[in-house]
Structure formats: structure tokens, C-alpha cells
């Protein structure tokens, strides 16, 4: 993730970006998270200089990690949060920001914002001038007007939201709770577009959860004290 910030207001810092991490809550509020509380997760420090921050975090029984660095700015800690400030008196209005999360982030290569925000320019237009499509923008009925809505939309999600191999998650138009879960009937569905946008190469790495998910699932019914 990318920030490129620009504000008369850091020249004298009265203006700041403020890095706080919050309690997941297991709620179907529009936030879903809880900045108030304190247990339950943990961001410890591994390293820290004048323009980047290292950090491992911890929820539940998940550990990741979070990179952050750029340019125009002094990380300053500040409990629980962390401030990104441009220098006192710097005259500088501008602050570039990269963030990087995912098991390894603080030993993974960091691009630059700069670099971040011409990529996707270029991978955005590529992804929308490629695959194919359905439209149902003449049809008659609500349905048709929902599901070519539903296809617009998943195309944008899914590649935002299913970048692992983990299937999306039913909502994921919104901000995804702690407690937010995949379904497969789910997957099915994301596959049926997958074909009408004849992006192959995308259901091929949605199928991948059942490698993953099947020797785990196999010996769920032998335990299970249901007849289903």
C-alpha cells in the first residue's frame, strides 16, 4: 500500500499521519474495529530509524508482520499509536509512505510509492482491457439488473480481495471482520465469473484452497456426531 501525501500543513507540523492498529471486533458494524481496546492483539517493535518502522503483530494465535518507510517524514512513537511527521521546520510539504504486510514484510524488498502508484496505473487499465465479459445492461428484469451489478463489482473485488489462496469472503465490498468467513458455495460462484471473464488463470488459483483445505476437512465427518 501507497501513500503520497501533500499538505501546506506538514511544513510546521500541525498536520501528521498516524499509524494505529486496532482490536478486531467480531461485529457487522460498518468499522468493524475497535481502537479502544487493548487485549487480545499486540504490535511490538523489531526495528526503527529516522524514515522506517518494523513491526510484529500479533492476534490471536496470527503473527504478521508490517514494514513501513519512505521519504519526508520522522516516525515518532507514541503509545499506542505512531506518528509520521515531517522534520520541524523542514519548509517540506510532502510525504511519501509505503506500507508492506504479510508473514516476512520486514525482511521483503520495498518498493517505492512512487513505484507502487505507476504500477498500478499500468496493471488496472491492462486488467479491464483483458478477459472477456457479460452484459446485462439491457435487461428488463431487477435480477438482471443485480447480477450484471454483482459481476461489475466481484471483478473489481476479486482481484483486490483474493490475492492468497484463501476464497473471498461473502462480503467483500466492506471492510473484512476478524470473524468474517469463506464459504464455498461462495467460491462456486466466484468461479461462474471467472469463466464469464475468461480469466482461467484466476479460477485455476481459486481451486487451490481444496489442496490446502481437503486433508484437513477429510477427517471432520469421522469425528462429527451428525449423520450429515
Not at 501528521?16 to 486496532?22: G, K, R, S, V
Not at 504500477?119 to 452484459?135: E, L, Y
Not at 464469464?196 to 471432520?220: C, E, F, G, N
Request: hydrophobic share 35%; proline share 8%.
Amino acid at each position: 500500500m501507497a501513500v503520497h501525501a501533500v499538505s501546506n500543513l506538514f511544513k510546521d507540523g500541525r498536520l501528521q499521519i498516524m499509524l494505529d492498529f486496532p482490536s478486531p471486533r467480531k461485529s457487522s458494524r460498518p468499522t468493524w474495529t475497535d481502537f479502544s481496546t487493548v487485549t487480545g492483539h499486540q504490535t511490538d517493535v523489531i526495528h526503527r530509524t529516522g524514515d522506517r518502522l518494523e513491526v510484529n503483530r500479533t492476534i490471536d494465535d496470527a503473527h504478521y508482520q508490517v514494514a513501513l518507510a519512505g521519504t519526508g517524514f520522522t516516525v515518532t512513537p507514541a503509545r499506542p499509536r505512531i506518528n509520521f511527521s515531517s522534520p520541524p521546520k523542514s519548509g517540506n510539504d510532502t510525504i511519501d509512505l509505503t506500507c508492506r504486510f504479510g508473514p516476512t514484510a520486514a525482511s521483503d524488498p520495498m518498493a517505492s510509492a512512487h513505484d507502487i502508484e505507476t504500477a498500478c496505473a499500468d496493471w488496472w487499465p491492462a486488467f479491464w482491457k483483458s478477459g472477456g465479459a457479460i452484459d446485462l445492461s439491457a435487461a428488463r428484469t431487477r435480477a438482471g439488473w443485480n447480477w450484471n451489478a454483482a459481476s461489475s463489482c466481484r471483478s473489481t473485488n476479486s482481484p483486490c480481495n483474493q490475492p492468497g489462496i484463501i476464497p473471498r469472503r461473502s462480503r467483500p465490498d466492506r471492510i473484512d471482520p476478524w470473524a468474517s468467513k469463506w464459504h464455498f458455495e461462495m467460491d462456486l460462484v466466484a468461479l461462474a465469473h471467472y469463466a464469464l471473464w475468461d480469466r482461467w488463470s484466476m479460477a485455476d488459483k481459486a481451486l487451490m484452497i481444496y489442496q490446502h483445505i481437503t486433508p484437513v476437512a477429510r477427517p471432520s465427518p469421522r469425528t462429527s456426531t451428525t449423520k450429515a
